[in-house]
């Protein structure tokens, strides 16, 4: 059973910084690009980060020179940590693999809110 389970959200400050992380399970964790995505309230979900195999790394626009994503394979988990938050990055993020094509997963989702 495949599991991805999200941590590290919470209410922080414009300026501030959170590390997310995702601990996945049921899976070979190296063998799999990991991905975040973000949903804000009345918005499509949208791409936040991705990390391949190899760890290259991909970003969004909005997000590119503030937030910065990870992995270590040995402890099954992604990160994504994120510097310089602003209230339009108030959302619920998720973490997102693709096994193969039409199997996917999806973990529970953490709330960042970014309020003064």
């Known amino acids: 059973q495949v599991q991805l389970v999200e941590s590290g959200g919470g209410l922080v400050q414009p300026g501030g910084s959170l590390r997310l992380s995702c601990a996945a399970s049921?899976?070979?964790?190296?063998?799999?690009?990991m991905a975040w995505y973000r949903q804000a309230p009345g918005e499509q979900r949208e791409l936040v980060a991705s990390?391949?195999?190899?760890?290259?790394?991909n970003y969004a626009d909005s997000v590119k020179g503030r937030f910065t994503i990870s992995r270590d394979n040995a402890k099954n988990t992604v990160y994504l940590q994120m510097n310089s938050l602003k209230p339009e990055d108030t959302a619920v993020y998720y973490c997102?693999?693709?096994?193969?094509?039409?199997?996917?997963?999806w973990g529970q989702g953490t709330q960042v809110t970014v309020s003064s």
């Open positions: 990390i391949s195999v190899g760890a290259t790394t």
């Open positions: 997102y693999v693709n096994i193969r094509t039409g199997i996917s997963y």
């Open positions: 049921g899976i070979s964790f190296r063998l799999y690009a």
